[in-house]
């Protein structure tokens, strides 16, 4: 079966004739009622007042949609072109008209802007820096920058919009590239970075200043170095450290020696001062010793002759003094003999005058005891009264009460000479020696 065949299967011509047709009364009723819509809104009261609120409010949306009033913020200024004249106006901050489709405005920044190529900060970077040796290095540089108020009406024209990246951006880093290709590593980061930073601002400054730019400063900051270079350096570094200090070494071994040697000057110039001032001194002492010796023997000699006659006046004064103590010793003597004599004469008399006071009282108390022979019995009696307890019983005759403490013995009587009798004379004097021995222990 052929195409045909099956398009005649399918109807499809019938079908599409049928599409157009419908089509084709669906344009002519569109058309149709487009007419009567705009017959209606030009011939007919009410559908021209809805024609003009349509126009006004359409007028107002396209007004309001291109924005003509727009805030210049403090810190900018705006730079009004007139699309129709080509004519420029500087706007400053506050609001600014714009009329749509006729005025165009660009507003730039016054203020210091910062610019850091920070591809080329590192020298592993994309886009790091080259060396005059040909190595790659990173370098922080800061570029602080601001448009010049002055002149950016007169600029407006060929200043770009974005003026940071498409100005000055390129001019700063074709200039960076340039000088730090003229540099040794050794220079950018040690020894001449002061004056490459100074040489940067000279350069950069004019050719930004055509452009309305205005170069605050150029600070270089951290420079990245490439690890072997660092390792190299580090060891240059040492080296040159270690020479450093090996000279400072000697510089200082040196002065160690001229102060040793200004040292020895020194003590030898001050013991020669010390040594003449000595002698000076010994000269000087010598002298006023000798000045003073010439006034001082006359008051030697006078003090020699003060000293012998204080001799012979102390001399003088002992005899004197000793004669006096003699004299003094012996009546002294004299009154001590005397004193002694005076003394036994007493004494002579008191024994002689105690004897004949004895010798009177004896003679009286034998006179007494004659006369009253108990009384020594009862003087005995009441001297041991303290001690002992006695019953007196009336002596034998011819006894005394003590007699047996006095060891006398009793007379005995006389028996006759009868058996017994010298048992009982053995028990009379056994009796007797126990009663003095009973009378000795009670004494003790």
Request: charge should be neutral; charged fraction near 30%; aromatic fraction near 4%.
């Amino acid at each position: 079966m052929n195409i045909k065949e099956k398009l005649k299967a399918m109807n499809i011509p019938e079908k599409l004739s049928e599409g157009v047709k419908q089509g084709v009364f669906l344009v002519r009723s569109g058309l149709g009622a487009v007419v009567s819509l705009f017959r209606w809104s030009i011939f007919t009261p009410k559908g021209r007042r809805l024609t003009a609120g349509l126009v006004v409010a359409g007028t107002v949306g396209l007004v309001a949609a291109s924005r003509p009033v727009t805030l210049i913020e403090p810190g900018q200024v705006g730079i009004r072109m007139n699309l129709v004249t080509g004519n420029t106006a500087e706007l400053r901050e506050g609001w600014a008209l714009l009329v749509p489709h006729i005025h165009r405005l660009r507003l730039y920044s016054l203020k210091d802007q910062v610019f850091r190529p920070d591809r080329s900060a590192n020298a592993s970077g994309p886009a790091p820096f080259q060396s005059a040796e040909g190595l790659s290095i990173g370098v922080e540089v800061t570029l602080r920058y601001a448009l010049d108020s002055a002149r950016i009406s007169q600029l407006a024209a060929s200043v770009p919009d974005d003026v940071g990246r498409e100005l000055v951006e390129p001019v700063i880093d074709g200039v960076l590239r340039s000088h730090f290709a003229r540099h040794t590593v050794r220079e950018i980061f040690a020894t001449q970075r002061m004056e490459i930073q100074k040489a940067l601002f000279d350069e950069i400054a004019p050719l930004l200043a055509k452009d309305g730019v205005l170069l605050r400063s150029v600070t270089l900051g951290n420079v990245d170095l490439p690890q072997q270079y660092r390792n190299g350096v580090e060891a240059l570094l040492a080296e040159e450290l270690s020479a450093e200090k090996m000279r400072y070494t000697l510089d200082l071994k040196e002065k160690q020696i001229k102060e040793t040697a200004l040292s020895a000057e020194a003590e030898k110039v001050r013991r020669e001062k010390v040594a003449e001032a000595a002698a000076s001194e010994e000269i000087i002492a010598a002298k006023a010793k000798a000045e003073a010796m010439r006034h001082i023997l006359p008051f030697k000699e006078k003090e020699i002759e003060q000293r012998r006659l204080e001799a012979e006046a102390a001399k003088v004064s002992r005899i004197t003094q000793a004669s006096a103590e003699a004299e003094a010793r012996r009546i002294e003597a004299d009154g001590e003999a005397d004193a002694r004599r005076k003394l036994a004469e007493s004494d002579a008399y008191r024994i002689e005058a105690t004897g004949k006071a004895s010798s009177e009282q004896l003679a009286r108390e034998a006179d007494l005891i004659t006369k009253n022979p108990l009384l020594i019995q009862k003087t005995l009696a009441d001297k041991l009264s303290d001690k002992i307890q006695v019953i007196i019983a009336p002596p034998q005759a011819g006894g005394f009460i003590a007699g047996n403490l006095l060891g006398q013995s009793s007379p005995k009587p006389q028996y006759a000479s009868a058996p017994g009798s010298r048992r009982s004379e053995s028990s009379d004097e056994s009796e007797s020696g126990y009663a003095s021995e009973g009378t000795q222990q009670q004494e003790e």
